[in-house]
């Protein structure tokens, strides 16, 4: 059975919401949304109410409306080269208004209207304090939401759509793109749109690999990040935190002279255990109506590989994997002050430690067994860097949790408009590689639905 449709937009996500929301409010196209995973109520998280991981199971944190970043902390990065970099296809206004624009929309549906932004004292004190030990503190205007009410946005923004005429396909696998242009659906049906917007999320990545391969797109590997999650008393961290939510640290190593990074801060936030495929990961929460007493953020490392192997997908997954087979089928846990004496933690050792975890689900090991040398130099290295700006985060009772790895996927080549080489097929989103979080999906979203309307000779107003 062939369904018509205006356009197709393959995933759920923020990507894939924006789309329809830019295509909703500002044209008469008919327009439909297919997602693998469940509506957004169907798929919501103990965490946000019991501030406890139950872990989920992949499809379920990984897929459905609001794709990962559904279920997520729900930070708004307002800048346009973080967690992306929106300068590639727009000049600086451009870029700056399109976020502006964004987060119009998120405010609109529910986001909290607090912009958490250090003032320009505050801002160049810790700048000058990072930089006085060779850290570079990077100033973002954010918001949060929480992981305990972004299902409440996300729910707010497919509501409109639905009002507006979207139709959502659940539950329901696409098994191809065709050459055509035609989208093969898990259910047997075909649905032939005049365009295409591949938004296919984290999820999703190597699916469009293989979609792009067999449709001749160019593609690129991009980098990963691999470390670990770090946590401590939360009073550590208030400093920091009561300037800016979720600051973010950029490091050069000084033995291999590596990029490492802070990621994620949740302060009195949570730790998660997440499953993937063959193997489990760490993250963090933060929820508005629950706190703990400790504060976590990912301490990661930057891997670019280049010949004669470019895989990073797969060599973070081979680190990942053999964590998960030291752990038991958990992640590792480990006291700072083990790593650095070279032994496994136990714990006897962690429960007597300043730091309590908020995660149980974890083995107490060594993560010298686990992560590359070099990788653990740079952990060791750059958290007694960062101790010169934020004091007690390098203690011996700090604990790590191990593997924390962010990839990013394969990247798409497209031009200004998210278009590919195959015309009328878009791409946006984290999926395609094009964006790294929340506020730059979206704005990826938005571009490639503009990108349709351009081809429709639609006139839009930002």
Same mark, same amino acid.
């Given at each position: 059975?062939?369904?018509?449709?205006?356009?197709?937009?393959?995933?759920?996500?923020? $990507?894939?919401?924006?789309? $329809?929301?830019?295509?909703a409010e500002k044209s008469s196209l008919k327009v439909v949304v297919v997602d693998m995973g469940r509506d957004v109520d169907e798929r919501e998280c103990p965490m946000e109410k019991t501030g406890r991981c139950m872990n989920c199971k992949p499809c379920n944190v990984m897929c459905g409306v609001g794709g990962a970043?559904?279920?997520?902390?729900?930070?708004?990065?307002?800048?346009?080269?973080?967690?992306?970099?929106?300068?590639?296809?727009?000049?600086?206004?451009?870029?700056? +208004?399109?976020?502006?624009?964004?987060?119009?929309?998120?405010?609109?549906?529910?986001?909290?209207?607090?912009?958490?932004?250090?003032?320009?004292?505050?801002?160049? &004190?810790?700048?000058?304090?990072?930089?006085?030990?060779?850290? &570079?503190?990077?100033?973002?205007?954010?918001?949060?939401?929480?992981?305990?009410? *972004?299902? &409440?946005?996300?729910?707010?923004?497919?509501?409109?759509?639905?009002?507006?005429?979207?139709?959502?396909?659940?539950? *329901?696998?696409?098994?191809?793109?065709?050459?055509?242009?035609?989208?093969?659906?898990?259910?047997?049906? =075909? %649905?032939?749109?005049? @365009?295409?917007?591949?938004?296919?999320?984290?999820?999703?990545?190597?699916?469009? !690999?293989?979609?792009?391969?067999?449709?001749?797109?160019?593609?690129?590997?991009?980098?990963?990040?691999?470390?670990?999650?770090?946590?401590?008393?939360?009073?550590?961290? &208030?400093?920091?935190?009561?300037?800016? =939510?979720?600051?973010?640290?950029?490091?050069?190593?000084?033995?291999?002279?590596?990029?490492?990074?802070?990621?994620?801060?949740?302060? #009195?936030?949570?730790?998660?255990?997440?499953?993937?495929?063959? @193997?489990?990961?760490?993250?963090?929460?933060?929820?508005?109506?629950?706190?703990?007493?400790?504060?976590?953020? $990912?301490?990661?490392? #930057?891997?670019? %590989?280049? +010949?004669?192997?470019?895989?990073?997908?797969?060599?973070?997954?081979?680190? $990942?994997?053999?964590?998960? *087979? %030291?752990?038991?089928?958990?992640?590792?846990?480990?006291?700072l002050g083990d790593l650095r004496r070279g032994r496994r933690s136990t714990w006897k050792r962690i429960n007597s430690g300043l730091v309590h975890p908020t995660l149980r689900a974890v083995t107490p090991g060594d993560i010298a067994m686990v992560m590359p040398h070099r990788i653990v130099t740079n952990i060791l290295?750059?958290?007694?860097?960062?101790?010169?700006?934020?004091?007690?985060?390098?203690?011996?009772?700090?604990?790590? @949790?191990?593997?924390?790895?962010?990839?990013?996927?394969? #990247?798409?080549?497209?031009?200004?408009?998210? +278009?590919?080489?195959?015309?009328?097929?878009?791409?946006?989103?984290?999926?395609?590689?094009?964006? =790294?979080?929340?506020?730059?999906?979206?704005?990826?979203?938005?571009?490639?639905?503009?990108? !349709?309307?351009?081809?429709?000779?639609?006139?839009?107003?930002?």
């Open positions: 059975m062939v369904m018509s449709a205006d356009v197709v937009i393959i995933g759920a996500g923020p $990507a894939g919401l924006f789309a $329809a929301y830019e295509l970043g559904g279920l997520s902390d729900g930070t708004l990065n307002l800048r346009p080269d973080i967690g992306g970099n929106l300068y590639e296809f727009m000049s600086d206004a451009e870029a700056w +208004e399109l976020v502006r624009y964004v987060d119009s929309i998120y405010v609109r549906h529910g986001t909290p209207d607090r912009l958490y932004k250090a003032s320009g004292k505050q801002e160049e &004190e810790l700048s000058r304090k990072a930089a006085s030990a060779g850290i &570079e503190f990077v100033q973002i205007p954010q918001r949060h939401i929480g992981s305990d009410h *972004t299902p &409440e946005v996300i729910k707010s923004i497919a509501e409109h759509l639905r009002s507006r005429g979207v139709r959502f396909i659940l539950k *329901t696998r696409v098994e191809e793109i065709t050459p055509e242009l035609e989208v093969v659906l898990s259910s047997g049906e =075909r %649905l032939k749109p005049r @365009y295409v917007i591949a938004a296919p999320g984290r999820a999703g990545a190597s699916w469009m !690999v293989e979609q792009a391969q067999r449709l001749g797109l160019r593609i690129r590997h991009g980098p990963i990040d691999v470390g670990v999650r770090v946590e401590v008393p939360a009073v550590i961290m &208030e400093p920091v935190c009561s300037i800016n =939510r979720d600051p973010k640290f950029h490091i050069i190593t000084k033995t291999y002279d590596d990029f490492v990074r802070t990621f994620c801060v949740n302060h #009195r936030g949570f730790m998660v255990k997440e499953h993937y495929r063959g @193997y489990v990961g760490v993250n963090g929460h933060c929820l508005r109506d629950k706190k703990s007493e400790n504060t976590n953020f $990912a301490f990661l490392t #930057r891997i670019e %590989l280049t +010949e004669p192997v470019e895989n990073s997908t797969e060599y973070g997954e081979s680190i $990942a994997r053999t964590a998960t *087979t %030291l752990g038991g089928g958990n992640p590792l846990i480990q006291r290295e750059g958290l007694e860097r960062l101790d010169r700006v934020i004091p007690g985060v390098a203690s011996d009772s700090t604990l790590l @949790y191990a593997p924390e790895i962010k990839y990013y996927a394969m #990247r798409v080549e497209v031009d200004r408009t998210m +278009e590919t080489s195959v015309e009328n097929l878009f791409v946006a989103g984290d999926g395609v590689g094009v964006s =790294r979080g929340l506020v730059i999906a979206s704005a990826t979203g938005v571009l490639a639905a503009r990108g !349709v309307m351009q081809k429709e000779g639609v006139e839009w107003q930002a």
